[in-house]
């Protein structure tokens, strides 16, 4: 984890698998960054009604874009995920997925249902803000 970004978890509320909140150095860059969505170099959502997939697309185009400013998962501060879906346990696996690319970096999170995303087929899209150290 960046070691400058706090991660705030609480013994008051229950025990979730996220923090509840993150404390950013004043001495650092926000970057906001686009939707990370399912898509192929090429611009195309693959035809797949699979969530754990698309959820994975989605976390390695996020991190693509972390790298072009010279980040990483670990500088993201807050998360939310979107997932087009009336059906819990698609939301759940698409949580699972993503956590599990995130692994002891537990940001603030929200995961929402929606009833339809921008692209055709898609499924998942991840929103993130990080932080950097000023240049």
């Not at 705030?8 to 001495?27: F, G, M």
């Not at 879906?85 to 997925?97: F, K, P, Y």
Request: hydrophobic share 40%; net charge negative.
């Amino acid at each position: 984890m960046n070691r400058k970004i706090s991660l705030i978890h609480s013994t008051q509320l229950a025990e979730v698998d996220y923090a509840y909140a993150s404390r950013v150095p004043a001495e650092m860059d926000l970057l906001f960054l686009a939707g990370a969505c399912p898509l192929t170099k090429e611009g195309i959502v693959p035809d797949s009604s699979d969530y754990e997939t698309q959820a994975n697309l989605c976390v390695e185009n996020l991190k693509e874009a972390l790298k072009e400013c010279g980040a990483t998962l670990e500088d993201i501060v807050y998360t939310r995920i979107l997932v087009a879906t009336q059906n819990q346990a698609d939301l759940v696996t698409t949580w699972t997925t993503i956590r599990k690319e995130f692994g002891d970096h537990d940001v603030p999170s929200t995961l929402s249902g929606v009833t339809v995303l921008g692209y055709k087929n898609q499924l998942v899209e991840i929103e993130a803000v990080a932080a950097v150290d000023k240049k």
